[in-house]
């Protein structure tokens, strides 16, 4: 395959991090799906590789459980040509007392030039970017973004529908606690969708409305209008106790059944950023429906993920690395 045509080229993107999806422009966030959509054709290739990064070090550094994610980042890596690395944090000197930016540095040192950084503190993403010199990818920052899952996400939904802009979507269950609600909420806004935030009141945050968002807690009352439901996990693990009186009660009211799939549009579009649970938030039935693209989801996280990759390793601004040891960066 030839490289595709490099947006970095045409000035759109000049970026040296992916920390959120917050601070990009609209035209941004075009540019990573439009090489996205050049990067899909790879994969459905029987050589399912291009030359793009080679030479380059991407390093995985999840402080947090991941399947999807880190597979995914590692393998958009590898079919770029880069060499990656995973660092696992338990069986790591971090656990002998070695600070997180000293853990980092190192790994810098042994010449990695993108950092893919999960971690359950919001902002650590950031802080590292002003730490080392080479390029950070938020891989998901407790509950604050998780710019890669949004932007695949959008790559599913204009691939189904063919534009963003003028879509009704309608973002369900626990968006108090998800990071993938405020990066989706950044995204689609900026790209001319009208977002409803649907939940139980104590896992829908007050005032959202600022955002552009509409609020709502009646699922069935706003259904009708939405042109894709992207289903949230509840996030047990970031939730105090009594949210909700209990998950049956939660299903009642909010999970994804046939009989709520009958009451959207006839091509309602379905995601879920996974993992799933079946019979919580949506029911087995739906999740394997024809309204579902949950596994289209993964397969163009692969697409975006190389896309990000490919862009950061392109022209950036100059970082610290940069003022430290003369090195420009290509
Ligand atoms: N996989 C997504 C994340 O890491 C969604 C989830 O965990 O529910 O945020």
């Known amino acids: 395959m030839t490289t595709p045509a490099h947006p970095a080229d045409s000035t759109v993107w000049t970026r040296k991090h992916l920390l959120g999806l917050e601070d990009l422009s609209a035209e941004e966030i075009i540019a990573i799906l439009d090489t996205a959509e050049s990067f899909a054709e790879v994969s459905t290739r029987s050589r399912k590789k291009v030359p793009a990064l080679q030479g380059r070090i991407v390093f995985n550094l999840f402080f947090e459980n991941s399947t999807r994610t880190r597979t995914s980042f590692s393998l958009a890596a590898k079919r770029l040509s880069a060499d990656t690395q995973d660092f696992s944090a338990s069986t790591s000197s971090l656990s002998k007392g070695e600070s997180f930016i000293d853990t980092a540095r190192n790994i810098e040192a042994m010449g990695a030039d993108v950092l893919v950084v999960r971690h359950p503190t919001p902002g650590t993403p950031h802080l590292l970017a002003q730490h080392v010199g080479c390029s950070i990818i938020n891989a998901g920052d407790g509950a604050h973004e998780h710019p890669t899952q949004a932007l695949l996400d959008l ?103 046939q009989e709520r799939v009958r009451l959207g549009k006839s091509d309602l579009l379905l995601l879920a950023p996974g993992p799933i649970n079946r019979g919580v938030e949506l029911t087995p039935e739906v999740a394997d429906g024809v309204n579902s693209a949950i596994l289209d989801q993964v397969t163009n996280g692969l697409a975006v993920r190389m896309a990000v990759l490919y862009l950061l390793s392109g022209r950036v601004e100059p970082g610290p690395r940069d003022g430290r040891d003369g090195r420009a960066r290509q």
Not at 198 to 220: K, N, S
Not at 222 to 230: A, F, G
Not at 233 to 254: K, M, N, T
Request: glycine content about 8%; some cysteine; aromatic content about 8%.
């Open 155 to 257: 790559m599913t939904i204009r691939r189904a529908k063919g534009r963003i802009d003028g879509l009704t979507v309608g973002l369900l269950g626990d968006i108090s606690h998800s990071r993938v609600a405020r990066s989706n909420i950044h995204a689609l806004t900026k790209l001319g969708a009208q977002v409803i935030l649907c939940g139980p009141p104590t896992l829908v945050p007050r005032g959202w409305e600022r955002f552009g968002c509409e609020v709502a807690y009646q699922l069935d009352d706003v259904l009708p209008r939405c042109d894709v439901v992207n289903v949230l996990r509840i996030q047990f693990e970031r939730q105090q106790l009594g949210l909700f009186p209990s998950v049956a009660e939660y299903s009642q009211f909010y999970m994804m059944t």
